[in-house]
């Protein structure tokens, strides 16, 4: 029987994540998996990962074939795949400058480039690295974008949450293109092994032949809910107040002034919707199945109602979530990309606008109180 390939994999990021699909490709059996952990490296080299996950159970000690601190110590090996899981964040630091000791001298010279794998939330997120691949000149740049639907938390530097649920669409990313929908040989087969790969693992995988749209539409929610919690700090738009006093929660809507939420914020979270298919259609995106049908806004706002009006629901968006621990959010991938391609193609779009113009002020604070205590 012929021996199974193992793959060497850098995972690049350890926060929740980057630490479960760690746990995933290891748990694959098909893959020695080197993990790079920059600010929580202490705690799980010295007590290895503590999972809670209601898919995968619980463990303790955990921790991947290799952990290091840095992509530069990690740079002593060629990968077949390079999965980048961190926070997108251009502000601060680059995708590029984060994973250039493998797209530099010595380690460029003397090993062949991996194909990367971009685990990151937001529109375009590829592009900048693209165009740093492409001027190494080595060969044609081999990408692999995702959509990614997964709802964990890093509640400790070595404690991961992890709910019931992980699943990946992948596709191949191509520059400025959001309408091919074919794969060559040469991409179908890149993309079934690092699915066989994730699959064996137990993640839940889809192969398309065009991501973009699918990565466009999965926006949707993050521009519209997740910028509202954010400015507000009301996580559950929908939620009504308790109906037992003995189990109460919050947030919720007061009925005080419910009556002109429904009147005036929720009409304007459509119209935001409503401008993001605009755009859509302007990049190409049909009103079909295979394109980005027009029920996409009703289906955002219906889904999460549903999601908000489960009163045990204790779901924040992570735009949230980094916004109340004082960390950057990622104000330019979620909504700057959008607004950009709009300005190109000349779109009006005054509600995602207003909402960026908000949310620039918010990441400008985090930035500078940052600045303040010396943290790069």
């Not at 998996?33 to 290895?48: C, M």
């Not at 797209?103 to 990367?116: E, F, G, L, W």
């Not at 939420?261 to 979270?269: D, G, L, N, R, V």
């Not at 027009?294 to 489960?310: G, K, Q, Y």
Request: glycine share 4%.
């Amino acid at each position: 029987m012929e021996a199974q390939k193992i793959s060497n994999i850098l995972v690049v990021g350890f926060g929740a994540v980057g630490a479960i699909y760690s746990y995933i490709l290891k748990s694959s059996r098909r893959a020695h998996v080197t993990s790079v952990a920059r600010s929580n490296y202490d705690a799980v080299n010295d007590h290895g990962l503590q999972i809670k996950s209601g898919k995968y159970g619980q463990e303790t000690g955990w921790r991947p074939d290799r952990l290091v601190r840095s992509v530069a110590e990690a740079a002593d090996r060629p990968y077949s795949y390079v999965f980048i899981t961190t926070k997108v964040v251009p502000e601060r630091i680059s995708t590029a400058d984060i994973l250039k000791p493998l797209i530099s001298s010595p380690y460029a010279d003397k090993h062949p480039q991996s194909t990367y794998v971009f685990l990151q939330n937001g529109l375009n997120v590829e592009t900048e690295f693209y165009h740093a691949l492409e001027q190494l000149g080595k060969s044609e740049p081999s990408i692999i974008s995702t959509a990614l639907w997964i709802n964990t938390n890093l509640i400790a530097p070595d404690v991961v949450e992890h709910n019931n649920f992980d699943r990946v669409t992948l596709g191949m990313y191509r520059f400025n293109d959001f309408t091919t929908n074919t794969n060559t040989p040469l991409e179908a087969a890149i993309l079934e092994e690092i699915a066989r790969i994730l699959e064996a693992g137990g993640s839940e995988v889809t192969i398309v032949k065009e991501v973009q749209r699918i990565k466009f539409a999965k926006n949707f929610w993050n521009v519209a809910f997740s910028s509202f919690a954010t400015l507000t700090q009301v996580p559950a738009l929908f939620r009504p107040p308790p109906s037992d006093p003995s189990s109460p929660y919050s947030p919720y809507i007061s009925p005080t002034t419910a009556d002109l939420i429904t009147k005036h914020t929720i009409p304007t979270i459509r119209a935001t919707l409503q401008e993001l298919l605009i755009l859509g259609r302007a990049l190409g995106y049909q009103d079909d199945k295979d394109g980005l049908p027009s029920s996409v806004v009703d289906d955002v706002i219906e889904s999460t109602r549903r999601l908000h009006t489960v009163p045990e629901s204790t779901h924040k968006p992570s735009m949230m979530l980094d916004a109340e621990k004082g960390l950057p959010i990622e104000v330019e991938v979620i909504l700057g990309e959008v607004v950009r391609m709009a300005q190109e193609r000349e779109i009006p779009m005054p509600r995602v606008e207003m909402l960026y113009a908000l949310l620039l002020v918010v990441q400008n604070q985090i930035l500078a109180k940052l600045e303040a205590q010396g943290i790069n």
